[in-house]
Nanobody, 126 residues
């Protein structure tokens, strides 16, 4: 089992910013694409952003494009989600996940991810 540890969630006013972090074990990190998902209260889990193992390719949900940025620091075994111009509809539990295979771009589908973190809560007040 791979343990992922998310941090950086909290309460922020609309228009504000937060940066989420997700730390992964070194033995798995640098060869795997990783993603961020979120689950709003009472709703299904949804894709937010994905980054390739090298960091060279990224993808975003339309709802966050232009506001959120995913990045990774392979030296620190950590990926980040910089969230700007936050809206109340961004309120959710945010999860990071590891792609199902090495050197594989997992994309936006949850079934393409093998390991998941425990989540960090983000609340955006209006």
């Amino acid at each position: 089992q791979v343990q992922l540890v998310e941090s950086g969630g909290g309460l922020v006013q609309a228009g504000g910013s937060l940066r989420l972090s997700c730390a992964a074990p070194a033995r798995t990190f640098s060869s795997y694409g990783m993603g961020w998902f979120r689950q709003p209260p009472g709703k299904e889990r949804e894709f937010v952003a994905v980054i390739s193992w090298s960091g060279g390719n990224t993808g975003y949900a339309d709802s966050v494009k232009g506001r959120f940025t995913i990045s990774r620091d392979n030296a620190k075994n950590t990926i980040y989600l910089q969230m700007n111009s936050l809206k109340p509809e961004d309120t959710a539990d945010y999860y990071c996940a590891v792609g199902a295979g090495a050197y594989y771009y997992p994309g936006s589908r949850t079934e393409n991810y093998k390991y998941w973190g425990q989540g960090t809560q983000v609340t955006v007040s209006s």
